[in-house]
């Protein structure tokens, strides 16, 4: 019971560890707040411009569920398209390998010519640069489906669809919610980067205001925004996969 409360409050801890020595050495060293705000700083700005930063965490947070909920689509069933097939699968998850390496911020530019400044780029910087773990996680999911298993099932009558949906898909939803975890993170990311060079509202806006108007405890505050925004949406889908996929970690639950 000891360890598990330690467990628990371990991240608390470690964070007020962070923001105390933050302060001390900020306070001690004196250092500007136009090159490294203390936390105090933070918060008086962060209270200070309260109105301005909900407005723009709004805009980022729905602009990213949007190109996130794109990404669950299209990674789901390209995921299920490729891992449902051998041929599919050799074929196609070098070339996702390939594209998952080239910089999406290389691509919001382009994006802009094409859907011109607003939602659009964001949107689609959002998926862009998180519907590959969810597709990856897919595919492998049920790529990796046990032969042995799928002979036994064969033999039962039961065919290809059959084995997919019955087995492998309920097989992948681990997979599925660990990739839901990493891809709502790289969301937050792409909407941020997308919004600082072809938006005007948005986290990602305020932080090119606030930097280049020297409130850098208004930009400090505003990273910590996205990063809260994408720390709440990280438990609400680990909440949900410790409800629905709770036989696969029963091993972890029975600490």
């Keep these: 019971m000891k360890s598990k409360n330690i467990e628990r409050w371990s991240p608390w801890l470690l964070l007020l560890l962070t923001i105390v020595l933050w302060q001390t050495l900020t306070s001690a060293f004196q250092v500007s707040e136009f090159i490294f705000p203390s936390p105090a700083r933070i918060l008086e700005q962060a209270i200070e411009y309260h109105a301005v930063i909900a407005g723009h965490a709004w805009r980022t947070f729905w602009v990213t569920m949007a190109g996130f909920g794109l990404a669950i689509l299209v990674g789901v069933l390209l995921g299920f398209l490729i891992g449902s097939s051998r041929v599919a699968y050799a074929a196609v998850y070098p070339l996702m390998t390939a594209f998952n390496a080239l910089p999406k911020a290389a691509f919001v530019p382009i994006l802009v010519v094409w859907f011109g400044i607003g939602i659009g780029p964001a949107i689609l910087t959002a998926f862009l640069i998180s519907f590959f773990p969810i597709t990856v996680n897919i595919a492998t999911g049920l790529a990796t489906l046990e032969p042995e298993l799928e002979d036994v099932l064969r033999v039962l009558g039961a065919r290809r669809w059959d084995v997919l949906m019955k087995v492998g898909l309920p097989r992948s939803l681990p997979y599925f ?69 709770g036989w696969a970690h029963r091993g972890s639950q029975g600490h």
Aim: aromatic share 8%; glycine share 12%; no cysteine.
């Design 177 to 245: 919610f660990g990739s839901l975890k990493v891809a709502i993170t790289l969301a937050f990311v792409g909407t941020t980067v997308s919004e600082m060079t072809a938006a005007n509202e948005g986290i990602g806006y305020l932080l090119i205001s606030a930097g280049s108007a020297m409130q850098m405890g208004l930009a400090f505050a505003g990273l910590l925004t996205v990063g809260v925004m994408a720390m709440l949406m990280y438990e609400l889908f680990s909440l949900i996969e410790k409800h629905t996929t």
